[in-house]
Structure formats: C-alpha cells, structure tokens
C-alpha cells in the first residue's frame, strides 16, 4: 500500500535537500579557501542552525558530508574540526571544484592533467576496441559539435566536454566511467586556460577528430596514442606557463 503524501511534505523534503546542499557548497568553500583552519576555529552546531536557519538534523546533515570529503573531522564532546589538506579527498568533484575556484593554482591544474594522462589514452584505446555503435555515433556527434563551435554555432566548451565525456563512457570501463565528473570540473577550468596560452578562442576539432577517427576505425594504439598526443600538448602548456620543466 501506497502512503499518501501530500505535495507539502514533498516541498519539505526537496527544501531540505536544497537547503543541506546549500550549506555544504558554502562552508566546503569557506573551508578550501581558508575562512576557517588553524587561526579561526569552525563553527558550533548551535551557531551554524542560527547563522543558516537550519535545524540540527539538516546541520548535522551537512556536516556528515563534508567530513565524507576529508574536509572536517568531528570528535564527540570534542567539536568538528578542519581537517588539512593533506587529508582532503581530491577525487570528489566538489572539492576539486572549490579548490580551483579559490586563487588560481596552475600546479593544481598541471596535476591532474597528469591523471588524465594516465586515464584518457587508456579509455580511447578501449573505445577503439569495444565501443558500441551508439557510442561511437556519440563520439563522432561531440566532434560535429566542436566544429560547429568553429563555426560559432555550437559552446566550444560544452562541445569539448562532450567529447571526452563520450570516450570516457565508450571505454565500457566501469572505474573510467566514475572519471566523468572530475574530468567535467577540471575541464571547465583547464580548456580556458591552455586556449589562452595557445592564443586561440577554442580547442581545435581537426585536433579532437584523429581521436574520433581512430576509435572509429577500431584502431586502439592508434586511438590511444592520439588522445595522449592531445592532451600531452595541454600539460606541455600548462608546464610551460607555470616555468616547470616538460615532463617525459
């Protein structure tokens, strides 16, 4: 049997959601960007509920999810902590999103474009070899949307983000598919970036297709060598802007 619900109690739920996320994003920011640490202590439960007009099980939501992310650590009788950085869970998209927000860090950025070396030939090597149809057609769709976006029909950004989105999903690799997420947020940051210091407005499609074509073609070293080449030229960028020797 079916309880009745009324659409009263469904907006309380949904606002309690919106409103614990909402505190989460605020304090995960103020915590990245160093409101609070050593020298300025975290807030109390009590002072939290005041300052955002939460009740304590929202609060006390909020903050469980934010020690998931490495960022507080909280000791009964004790109070909730910062935890440092060292202890932050960088993989967590939220994280890393307010991480790059905060003042610009190119070493930031020059590290996990290393990460995306180590995962993205490895995905367009799979693709090659065991995409299906529907996503190689998702694929070559990314590819005519970045040309699109030459021609000023299409978001440059969105389309480039699409693109490996699609590798990413076609490598069939269900640890590679969780990659999504962060690639999306550091691609929001980086694309910007390494098109300022190639002095171009968007990333080159021609560039993006002798991927698209070599996973289409079911040529794995071929593809996997090419999506390296790719983003190999983004890090050699970021290297150079941030005065780091290139890298083997």
Known sequence: MVANISPDEFRTVDDGRNITASIVNDLGRAIVT???????PFPTEAELCLRYGASRPVLREAVKMLTAKGLLLARKRAGTFVQPENNWNLLDP?????????DFSIDLLIDFTEIRMSIEP?????AAHGASGPQRR???AAIEQMFAADRGEADALEADIGFHIAVLEASNNRFMRQFTDLVVTTLRFSIRR???????????????KRVADAIVAGEPALAGARMRELI?????????????????
């Open 194 to 208: 390494t098109n300022e210091y190639k002095g171009v407005p968007r990333a080159s499609a021609k560039e993006h």
């Open 122 to 126: 490895r995905a367009a090597t799979l």
């Open 138 to 140: 998702a694929i070559m």
């Open 34 to 40: 160093q409101t609070y640490g050593a020298d300025h």
């Open 232 to 248: 190999g030229g983004a890090l050699e960028l970021l290297l150079v802007a941030g005065n780091h020797p290139l890298r083997p």
């Open 94 to 102: 939220d994280v890393l999103r307010w991480m790059l927000e905060r």
